[in-house]
């Protein structure tokens, strides 16, 4: 019969043994375990961003898809295309403010526990 795999009996530890590695190697499950569920929740998130007080909105998703754009009547008039274009921009841009944020607010405190030190964790 084959037994679990102990991840203590590599650092000298094993069933019962005072091992600290072993909860630190748990611990790094635990963490690797949060930072996926803090991505898989922003993906799953839908961001809005807007412009014009409103009156051009850009919706998306944590992952940078844009899924939808809002454009109020008022705007769309061949006199104002470079207006229009200047409103989606700015949606745009407020978007992924936004989807940033949510992101640093998601993973941020991930990141910062594994001491800040990792290369792209913060």
Do not use: C, H
């Amino acid at each position: 019969m084959t037994q679990p795999f102990d991840p203590s009996s590599l650092f000298g530890g094993g069933e019962g043994g005072d091992n600290p590695m072993a909860g630190l190697l748990a611990q790094a499950q635990q963490m690797q375990e949060q930072l996926l569920a803090a991505q898989n929740e922003i993906a799953e998130a839908e961001v809005t961003g807007s412009a014009g007080n409103g009156l051009v909105t850009v919706t998306g998703n944590g992952t940078g898809e844009v899924t939808a754009v809002t454009i109020d009547p008022k705007v769309v008039d061949a006199d104002y295309v470079e207006t229009l274009q200047d409103l989606v921009l700015g949606a745009l841009a407020d978007l992924s403010t936004k989807r940033e944020a949510l992101a640093q607010e998601k993973m941020g405190p991930l990141a910062g526990g594994l001491g800040g030190g990792l290369p792209g964790l913060g």
